[in-house]
């Protein structure tokens, strides 16, 4: 079926539709080393990046593809890289030194489950640094999440993450990719292009020697001020979140990536029981949209945490609350004998009866 602009709808699996969005959003080199559900996107990429004039790279380690991702994002390439978590977990130095020396670069978590909350909005490297992350609930979102995500990678100079899971790998959708445009950005005047070579005005990645000694700005106290300074810009700016049925609410319902499908569903079957529900959904995990789940949830007699994970998105849900003291978390570890999906807990009737058990203390 026709699509507009003469872009044409496709039934595509997840990974093949995240694909052709960071082709469409200018990506030019991707590297990564195979793990599941991650294979499929590196696999994908394999397939379709030489053809758009981009190169593609099957790491020999999740190390080694960090710091050739970070070397391509060093020259004002669009890059990116990824794996699940365990492999992100290799990454976390790599991903640090893109943060503290100012390098846009898009990573990829299809995640094993919900047990990389944590890792997405903490990291695990050093220095005072924050990745912008954020948690698609389909494929659509994930397709326009990526193309976004490359856009404030450059927008920032920083790493962001996109947190995709098995779920959004390997769903099959009819879905339109086509290039989203953005607001002009700033020019990649930073880029070691080679075209300073020889001059004496070479350029250099560490913004620590930024300037001359002595002078505003040089040396690393005023880089780190300065980018302190930045992320607590960007926690300002670009904390994003989807609310629904909260305008009466008594209850919150609050859920992150693709569990949201099965909370508005199960909240829609509770609010036609006639129970004053709503759900709420942090699409950026950072920055947390704090303040807009305050405003959510204030009045409510509970706030109930559905994550499938042991507790971690309920620290951040706790902290921001209107009132700490009726949040709950009704989730808990669930995944299936695979290790790569979730598990009994992602099932409607489950979630309806944890939440009919809070609420019926």
Same mark, same amino acid.
């Given at each position: 079926?026709?699509?507009?602009?003469?872009?044409?709808?496709?039934?595509?699996?997840?990974?093949?539709?995240?694909?052709?969005?960071?082709?469409?959003?200018?990506?030019?080199?991707?590297?990564?080393?195979?793990?599941?559900?991650?294979?499929?996107?590196?696999?994908?990429?394999?397939?379709?990046?030489?053809?758009?004039?981009?190169?593609?790279?099957?790491?020999?380690?999740?190390?080694?593809?960090?710091?050739?991702?970070?070397?391509?994002?060093?020259?004002?390439?669009?890059?990116?890289?990824?794996?699940?978590?365990?492999?992100?977990?290799?990454?976390?130095? @790599?991903?640090?030194?893109?943060?503290?020396?100012?390098?846009?670069?898009? =990573?990829?978590?299809?995640?094993?489950?919900?047990?990389?909350?944590?890792?997405?909005?903490?990291?695990?490297?050093?220095?005072?640094?924050?990745?912008?992350?954020?948690?698609?609930?389909?494929?659509?979102?994930?397709?326009?999440?990526?193309?976004?995500?490359?856009?404030?990678?450059?927008?920032?100079?920083?790493?962001?993450?996109?947190?995709?899971?098995?779920?959004?790998?390997?769903?099959?959708?009819?879905?339109?990719?086509?290039?989203?445009?953005?607001?002009?950005?700033?020019?990649?005047?930073?880029?070691?292009?080679?075209?300073?070579?020889?001059?004496?005005?070479?350029?250099?990645?560490?913004?620590?020697?930024?300037?001359?000694?002595?002078?505003?700005?040089?040396?690393?106290?005023?880089?780190?001020?300065?980018?302190?300074?930045?992320?607590?810009?960007?926690? !300002?700016?670009?904390?994003?979140?989807?609310?629904?049925?909260?305008?009466?609410?008594?209850?919150?319902?609050?859920?992150?990536?693709?569990?949201?499908?099965?909370?508005?569903?199960?909240?829609?079957?509770?609010?036609?029981? @006639?129970?004053?529900?709503?759900?709420?959904?942090?699409?950026?995990?950072?920055?947390?949209?704090?303040?807009?789940?305050?405003?959510?949830?204030?009045?409510?007699?509970?706030?109930?945490?559905?994550? =499938?994970?042991?507790?971690?998105?309920?620290?951040?849900?706790?902290?921001?609350?209107?009132?700490?003291?009726?949040?709950?978390?009704?989730?808990?570890?669930?995944?299936?004998?695979?290790?790569?999906?979730?598990?009994?807990?992602?099932?409607?009737?489950?979630?309806?009866? !944890?939440?009919?058990?809070?609420?019926?203390?």
């Amino acid at each position: 079926m026709g699509g507009g602009g003469g872009v044409t709808r496709r039934l595509m699996q997840g990974s093949a539709a995240v694909a052709e969005a960071a082709i469409a959003a200018g990506c030019r080199f991707f590297t990564g080393y195979p793990m599941l559900p991650f294979t499929e996107l590196l696999e994908c990429m394999a397939a379709r990046l030489p053809a758009a004039g981009g190169v593609c790279v099957n790491a020999a380690s999740e190390i080694e593809a960090i710091n050739m991702a970070l070397g391509a994002a060093a020259t004002g390439a669009r890059s990116a890289t990824g794996s699940c978590g365990q492999g992100l977990a290799l990454m976390q130095e @790599g991903v640090a030194e893109l943060a503290l020396n100012e390098l846009p670069l898009v =990573l990829f978590n299809m995640a094993r489950g919900q047990q990389d909350y944590f890792q997405a909005t903490r990291g695990g490297g050093w220095g005072d640094y924050r990745t912008i992350a954020l948690a698609p609930k389909d494929v659509p979102e994930a397709v326009a999440h990526t193309q976004l995500l490359f856009d404030l990678a450059d927008r920032w100079r920083t790493p962001v993450l996109l947190y995709g899971d098995y779920v959004i790998a390997h769903t099959s959708v009819g879905i339109e990719v086509e290039p989203v445009v953005f607001p002009p950005l700033p020019p990649k005047d930073w880029a070691l292009d080679g075209t300073m070579s020889g001059t004496g005005r070479a350029r250099q990645i560490w913004t620590w020697n930024r300037g001359k000694p002595n002078t505003p700005g040089a040396g690393p106290d005023a880089a780190w001020k300065r980018i302190a300074d930045k992320y607590a810009e960007i926690e !300002r700016a670009e904390a994003r979140h989807e609310a629904r049925d909260t305008e009466d609410a008594e209850v919150l319902l609050v859920s992150f990536g693709t569990t949201a499908v099965f909370v508005d569903r199960v909240v829609e079957e509770l609010r036609a029981d @006639g129970l004053r529900i709503g759900s709420f959904r942090p699409v950026s995990l950072w920055p947390f949209p704090g303040s807009a789940l305050a405003e959510a949830s204030a009045g409510c007699r509970a706030v109930l945490v559905y994550e =499938l994970n042991a507790g971690q998105m309920v620290d951040d849900v706790t902290m921001h609350a209107a009132d700490r003291s009726v949040v709950r978390s009704i989730g808990g570890v669930s995944q299936d004998a695979s290790g790569m999906r979730q598990g009994d807990l992602l099932d409607l009737g489950a979630l309806r009866a !944890r939440v009919r058990e809070v609420i019926g203390r």
